[in-house]
């Protein structure tokens, strides 16, 4: 037997997956990358846009449609909208959320679709079948770079955001299992982990007495990684910057294996439009984070998340935006243009910034960010630094890597090899967001 399994959207579904692959092995599965010999077929959906919805009702639209030339089944998992669900319901065989995969093969047996596998589970069961399901072994996308949950859900209802209701309330892991994960990744050979989580600086505040906070399961992971003398990077993404707190950043000074890179999201930089999105911080608030980083982590990276052209946003507000990313100097942000999610509050609200006013104000961002971001690219130049080299870049007789900062960095070499592990380039030219050096031979 044979399954096929499209994971789309961020980390956490990748990462996700991982689990879910496991899951279904176990049960004497054999994965395959061509759908038409699959006897299972599953997707784990991504509701942070419409158009990723939107591909889920294509794939099974062309799967049904071959239901009539052979036997297989299909399921639906991942993060899900109620409007979508019911939808889908019809489409698929089966339906479930991510925390009950643990029951997919009752599902499987029974094999039928009448919506049973949306239980309404308190917050205290939910933990409990997160619980149950990060036990399960995590399969990792590569050999060298990992991604390890901590949490799941969110509490902070962003009046775009679909996540809490998709994925329900936060749900701390717990922190053994997420350090002893960790170590049998370090030990694997792992050389790039990245923590995962809605919010992972509010991580351990739904168990207050029963488990650590973000900034004491970084210092036990930093603990770790000098004892262990193997050279290998954490990172976590993404933090809140209302929860964002010194001695989170003062961690990370402390452990060379706990990367100087902060994902930072800042979405507007105007406060009337922060309020608006329920952010629960405003730019002022924010600017103390950043000069925090700046000065406890001087060599740090920074990058962001911003959204343009979201309900109401006038040009003055998207001018304050503009003005932050210039104040800030970001090493790289992604920037979404505004869409409408069902089931987020803003959905009720009028999208009234038309499409190519969206459009204008996402190419003048973009801009921005490459004139602040090209500053630091271009101090590169003349310095010598630690690539983790994780592929063959795009031009011929190159190998590509990332910085400590996770900067891109090219370098001539056709040595596969070197794949996966340290090298030292000294950087010989630049441009807006990635360089190009040559290899150090030591």
Same mark, same amino acid.
């Given at each position: 037997?044979?399954?096929?399994?499209?994971?789309?959207?961020?980390?956490?579904?990748?990462?996700?997956?991982?689990?879910?692959?496991?899951?279904?092995?176990?049960?004497?599965?054999?994965?395959?990358?061509?759908?038409?010999?699959?006897?299972?077929?599953?997707?784990?959906?991504?509701?942070?846009?419409?158009?990723?919805?939107?591909?889920?009702?294509?794939?099974?639209?062309?799967?049904?449609?071959?239901?009539?030339?052979?036997?297989?089944?299909?399921?639906?998992?991942?993060?899900?909208?109620?409007?979508?669900?019911?939808?889908?319901?019809?489409?698929?065989?089966?339906?479930?959320?991510?925390?009950?995969?643990?029951?997919?093969?009752?599902?499987?047996?029974?094999?039928?679709?009448?919506?049973?596998?949306?239980?309404?589970?308190?917050?205290?069961?939910?933990?409990?079948?997160?619980?149950?399901?990060?036990?399960?072994? #995590?399969?990792?996308?590569?050999?060298?770079?990992?991604?390890?949950?901590?949490?799941?859900?969110?509490?902070?209802?962003?009046?775009?955001?679909?996540?809490?209701?998709?994925?329900?309330?936060?749900?701390?892991?717990?922190?053994?299992?997420?350090?002893?994960?960790?170590?049998?990744?370090?030990?694997?050979?792992?050389?790039?982990?990245?923590?995962? #989580?809605?919010?992972?600086?509010?991580?351990?505040?739904?168990?207050?007495?029963?488990?650590?906070?973000?900034?004491?399961?970084?210092?036990?992971?930093?603990?770790?990684?000098?004892?262990?003398?193997?050279?290998?990077?954490?990172?976590?993404?993404?933090?809140?910057?209302?929860?964002?707190?010194?001695?989170?950043?003062?961690?990370?000074?402390?452990?060379?294996?706990?990367?100087?890179?902060?994902?930072?999201?800042?979405?507007?930089?105007?406060?009337?439009?922060?309020?608006?999105?329920?952010?629960?911080?405003?730019?002022?608030?924010?600017?103390?984070?950043?000069?925090?980083?700046?000065?406890?982590?001087?060599?740090?990276?920074?990058?962001?998340?911003?959204?343009?052209?979201?309900? #109401?946003?006038?040009?003055?507000?998207?001018?304050?935006?503009?003005?932050?990313?210039?104040?800030?100097?970001?090493?790289?942000?992604?920037?979404?243009?505004?869409?409408?999610?069902?089931?987020?509050?803003?959905?009720?609200?009028?999208?009234?910034?038309?499409?190519?006013?969206?459009?204008?104000?996402?190419?003048?961002?973009?801009?921005?960010?490459?004139?602040?971001?090209?500053?630091?690219?271009?101090?590169?130049?003349?310095?010598?630094?630690?690539?983790?080299?994780?592929?063959?870049?795009?031009?011929?007789?190159?190998?590509?890597?990332?910085?400590?900062?996770?900067?891109?960095?090219?370098?001539?070499?056709?040595?596969?090899?070197?794949?996966?592990?340290?090298?030292?380039?000294?950087?010989?030219?630049?441009?807006?967001?990635?360089?190009?050096?040559?290899?150090?031979?030591?």
């Amino acid at each position: 037997m044979k399954y096929h399994l499209v994971t789309l959207g961020c980390q956490m579904n990748i990462s996700d997956s991982g689990r879910v692959k496991t899951y279904i092995e176990n049960l004497g599965y054999e994965s395959t990358d061509n759908p038409h010999e699959a006897d299972l077929l599953g997707v784990i959906a991504c509701s942070v846009r419409q158009k990723a919805i939107d591909k889920v009702y294509n794939l099974i639209a062309v799967w049904n449609r071959q239901k009539g030339s052979r036997p297989f089944s299909t399921f639906l998992t991942g993060c899900i909208l109620p409007d979508d669900r019911e939808k889908f319901l019809k489409s698929f065989d089966m339906v479930f959320d991510m925390r009950d995969l643990t029951n997919f093969a009752d599902m499987l047996a029974k094999h039928t679709h009448e919506g049973t596998y949306y239980p309404k589970l308190s917050r205290e069961e939910q933990a409990y079948q997160m619980d149950y399901f990060w036990k399960l072994e #995590g399969r990792q996308p590569d050999k060298f770079e990992a991604f390890v949950p901590i949490q799941n859900g969110c509490d902070k209802f962003c009046t775009y955001c679909a996540v809490p209701y998709t994925r329900g309330r936060e749900v701390s892991r717990s922190s053994s299992e997420i350090v002893e994960e960790v170590k049998c990744l370090v030990n694997a050979g792992f050389k790039s982990i990245t923590l995962l #989580g809605q919010n992972v600086n509010s991580y351990g505040l739904d168990k207050k007495g029963k488990e650590i906070s973000f900034a004491q399961l970084l210092d036990l992971i930093g603990r770790y990684g000098d004892e262990s003398g193997k050279e290998f990077y954490v990172y976590f993404t993404s933090p809140h910057p209302r929860d964002m707190t010194d001695d989170v950043l003062e961690t990370i000074a402390k452990y060379k294996c706990l990367g100087k890179w902060i994902h930072i999201p800042i979405q507007s930089g105007d406060t009337e439009m922060l309020k608006r999105m329920n952010r629960k911080y405003d730019i002022e608030r924010y600017r103390s984070v950043i000069h925090s980083i700046r000065t406890i982590l001087p060599t740090a990276t920074i990058f962001t998340d911003i959204i343009v052209g979201f309900t #109401g946003e006038t040009l003055e507000e998207f001018e304050n935006t503009r003005r932050a990313v210039l104040e800030f100097k970001y090493n790289m942000a992604f920037i979404a243009m505004y869409s409408p999610r069902p089931g987020a509050k803003s959905s009720q609200w009028v999208d009234d910034v038309p499409k190519d006013e969206k459009s204008r104000r996402y190419a003048v961002l973009s801009e921005d960010l490459k004139s602040v971001s090209s500053l630091y690219t271009a101090s590169m130049v003349g310095k010598e630094f630690r690539i983790l080299v994780n592929g063959h870049d795009r031009l011929d007789g190159y190998l590509s890597g990332l910085t400590e900062g996770k900067i891109a960095v090219r370098f001539k070499s056709e040595n596969e090899a070197l794949i996966g592990s340290f090298v030292n380039v000294k950087i010989t030219k630049s441009s807006d967001f990635s360089a190009e050096g040559e290899m150090i031979y030591c």
